[in-house]
């Protein structure tokens, strides 16, 4: 009988954070800027809501396993303490997904001006060019998602309050 897995393991954050980031050569520094943005939003709001919510559901995971019970209302009092952090997790992973799906539209439509800016066949200087073009864009959207970090964290919080 299994009691209580956590269910927002160190490696699970990290694919939240990671799996989101977008892998570019000579990124900008707004870029770099988002990606710690959003790591150090993820840890606080680990720190702040979903390390409590495992703790309480441990405490929950015990509380059954001292109840006088069958071993099926037990496995069954165990599965209920496991849902809320799992519920808490599935929503985070939500929202992070959403935040990286629109990170990765908008570096896409950087990579098409910069495709548009060298042609089918194109020289050096048109590489160089597309290249410059190509930053300067992720720069303005790494920029432009750094903002963004403090509504989504907001956003974030309120819904796991909302829950709670």
Request: with cysteine; charged share 25%; proline share 4%.
């Amino acid at each position: 009988l299994a009691c209580c897995r956590s269910s927002f393991s160190p490696s699970s954050r990290r694919t939240l954070v990671i799996s989101w980031t977008l892998v570019i050569m000579d990124q900008p520094a707004s870029v770099e800027r988002v990606q710690k943005a959003v790591e150090s939003m993820v840890e606080g709001i680990q720190r702040s809501h979903l390390v409590p919510a495992q703790k309480e559901a441990f405490l929950c995971c015990a509380r059954c396993c001292d109840a006088n019970g069958s071993t099926k209302q037990m496995q069954s009092c165990v599965e209920q303490c496991s849902m809320p952090p799992l519920a808490q997790q599935q929503q985070i992973t939500r929202v992070m997904q959403d935040f990286q799906e629109r990170f990765q539209r908008a570096a896409m439509r950087c990579n098409d001006r910069a495709q548009e800016t060298s042609g089918f066949d194109p020289t050096l200087a048109d590489e160089a060019k597309a290249k410059k073009v190509f930053l300067s864009c992720m720069a303005e959207t790494g920029t432009e998602f750094e903002a963004k970090v403090p509504k989504l964290k907001q956003d974030i919080i309120s819904s796991l309050n909302r829950r709670s």
